[in-house]
């Protein structure tokens, strides 16, 4: 069993950034890969990017190539989202999951832990 606690999210005008976090417990960190999602009201939770257990490999969902960066630190069981020039579109819930795996996927439906959430707002 994993637990993924995030943090980081806020109120923020657009152009600027934020970091999430997500702390994870309960077993070996680099066993998993992570990802992002995010759902924002009335939508599906969607993609946004995944990690694979050791760093090495990244993936990126096209509406936040290039603007955002996700990174682990795995001697603090901890993962990042760092997000740039920041949308009103990126407005959501985002959320941070761990697969039984080390290989990163970009389906949330293959992710077995999640997060509880940390709201992110973009005003215009």
């Known amino acids: 069993q994993v637990q993924l606690v995030e943090s980081g999210g806020g109120l923020v005008q657009a152009g600027g950034s934020l970091r999430l976090s997500c702390a994870a417990s309960?077993?070996?960190?680099?066993?998993?890969?992570m990802g992002w999602f995010r759902q924002a009201p009335g939508k599906e939770r969607e993609f946004v990017a995944a990690?694979?257990?050791?760093?090495?490999?990244?993936y990126y969902a096209d509406s936040v190539k290039g603007r955002f960066t996700i990174s682990r630190d795995n001697a603090k069981n901890t993962m990042y989202l760092q997000m740039n020039s920041l949308k009103p579109d990126d407005t959501a819930v985002y959320y941070c999951?761990?697969?039984?795996?080390?290989?990163?996927?970009?389906?949330?439906?293959?992710?077995?832990?999640w997060g509880q959430g940390t709201q992110v707002t973009v005003s215009s």
């Open positions: 309960g077993r070996t960190f680099t066993n998993y890969a």
């Open positions: 999951a761990a697969r039984n795996t080390v290989l990163p996927a970009t389906s949330r439906r293959t992710y077995d832990y």
């Open positions: 990690i694979s257990g050791n760093g090495g490999s990244t």
